[in-house]
């Protein structure tokens, strides 16, 4: 079993692919699989957070880059920024995570919030995602890694 203890840069080429959906990125301990089907032990800081276009060390050398899988989520636009505002509100007064884009936010798949946001009148739509959702504000200090400017989503919560 490959074990990964540490991140590398961003710069550097990939050897293998790491696929999971959010829920399994927020964990540091972890014993999963590599797209080639190669187990893989990862022990990473408490509180580690993976985001898609990471790049991690194994212990033998290779890099493994992490790859957001797609899963279940809804896409939310709106006809006015006022509108998907009202939507961010609703959503995040239920502690909902939430994926934040230029003029739509991302959800997790969830029936009962669909109900809500039909009713507050935005467009939502199902699709199958990579799903990054927003760090938080009170998750601890954020820590980037690699290029900022073009990969600003990579952030990881340190408690």
């Given at each position: 079993m490959l074990l990964v203890e540490q991140f590398c840069s961003t710069e550097?080429?990939?050897?293998?692919?790491?696929?999971?959906?959010?829920?399994r990125r927020q964990k540091s301990r972890l014993r999963t699989k590599l797209a080639t089907g190669e187990e893989v032990g990862l022990f990473l800081?408490?509180?580690?957070?993976?985001?898609?276009?990471?790049r991690l060390q194994g212990s033998d050398g290779r890099v493994v880059?992490?790859?957001a899988a797609p899963e279940p989520s809804l896409l939310v636009t709106a006809a006015s920024e006022r509108e998907l505002?009202?939507?961010?509100?609703?959503?995040g007064n239920r502690h909902v995570p939430?994926?934040?884009g230029d003029g739509w936010l991302r959800l997790g798949a969830d029936y009962v919030l669909r109900d809500m946001l039909d009713g507050?009148?935005?467009q939502v739509r199902e699709e199958a995602a990579p799903f990054e959702p927003e760090a938080g504000a009170y998750g601890g200090h954020?820590?980037?890694h690699g290029d900022e400017e073009g990969?600003?989503?990579?952030?990881?919560e340190f408690s």
């Open positions: 550097q080429p990939a050897d293998e692919q790491l696929v999971l959906p959010f829920e800081p408490r509180g580690t957070i993976l985001r898609g276009g990471d880059l992490v790859v505002a009202r939507a961010a509100y609703h959503l939430l994926q934040v507050l009148g935005v954020a820590h980037r990969h600003s989503g990579i952030i990881h």
